[in-house]
């Protein structure tokens, strides 16, 4: 099982929907990235979460500690939104002088139809 | 400000050759880290840098290595290469202890 599942693999909507993709993770973490790519590969971050809620435009991430779970929800979608989005976790370092390194999702492949 | 530069953008090497991938950071970043995906998979983390030093490192075989240089750039050496190391190769930079992390577009690595 990974430690960073996400669901689901694949998403096609038709524009001005509401969409969720979901995330859950098992290992301890000190915060939760939502990054989308676009085809050629750039990676670019949406969010980093470390508890509670985060919106930014049309776009709305939420984190349960508890449960290990994350959410990033797209609201009034658009074809523009079409793109890879993935969750990664930032693992917990207890060593000083650097930071754990993320581990990723497979990623949710949305498509948004006009 | 420039982001996260890595160069080339696409490489097209022989099994068995060697190959050397270059990461420059975001301005005021000091740690580095490389993360293979291969096609339709997520990213893996293969090492992190800081400080000129691997600071942790996931679970690739020591053909891989890297390097950290005084201005915090960063190398990646691939020997004896693999068609199975067909893949994008992702830098990502950041300040440690904040737990950001910015991307470069990534090289695209062939085998062939």
């Known amino acids: 099982k990974n430690e960073v599942e996400q669901s689901p693999q694949n998403l096609t909507a038709q524009e001005g929907e509401f969409i969720t993709i979901n995330c859950s993770y098992s290992v301890g973490i000190s915060a939760l990235h939502w990054l989308q790519q676009h085809p050629g590969g750039g990676i670019v971050s949406l969010f980093m979460?470390?508890?509670g809620k985060k919106k930014h435009g049309r776009l709305i991430a939420t984190i349960n500690i508890q449960e290990k779970h994350s959410s990033l929800h797209i609201t009034a979608s658009h074809p523009r939104d079409s793109a890879v989005y993935i969750c990664?976790?930032?693992?917990?370092?207890?060593?000083?002088?650097?930071?754990?390194?993320?581990?990723f999702g497979k990623g949710t492949k949305l498509s948004v139809k006009p | 400000d420039a982001g996260v530069t890595q160069s080339p953008t696409h490489l097209i090497k022989t099994r068995g050759q060697q190959v050397t991938l270059r990461c420059s950071p975001k301005s005021g970043h000091d740690t580095v880290s490389w993360y293979q995906q291969a096609l339709g998979q997520g990213p893996q983390f293969i090492f992190q840098?800081?400080?000129?030093?691997?600071?942790q490192r996931g679970n690739f075989p020591d053909r891989f290595s890297g390097h950290q240089f005084p201005n915090y750039s960063s190398e990646l050496n691939v020997n004896a290469l693999l068609l199975g190391d067909s893949a994008l190769y992702l830098c990502?930079?950041?300040?440690?202890?904040?737990?950001?992390?910015?991307f470069g577009q990534g090289t695209r690595l062939t085998v062939v």
């Open positions: 990502a930079s950041s300040v440690t202890g904040t737990g950001g992390a910015f």
């Open positions: 979460l470390s508890s």
């Open positions: 840098y800081y400080e000129e030093e691997e600071r």
């Open positions: 990664a976790a930032r693992a917990v370092w207890d060593y000083g002088g650097s930071q754990g390194n993320l581990i």
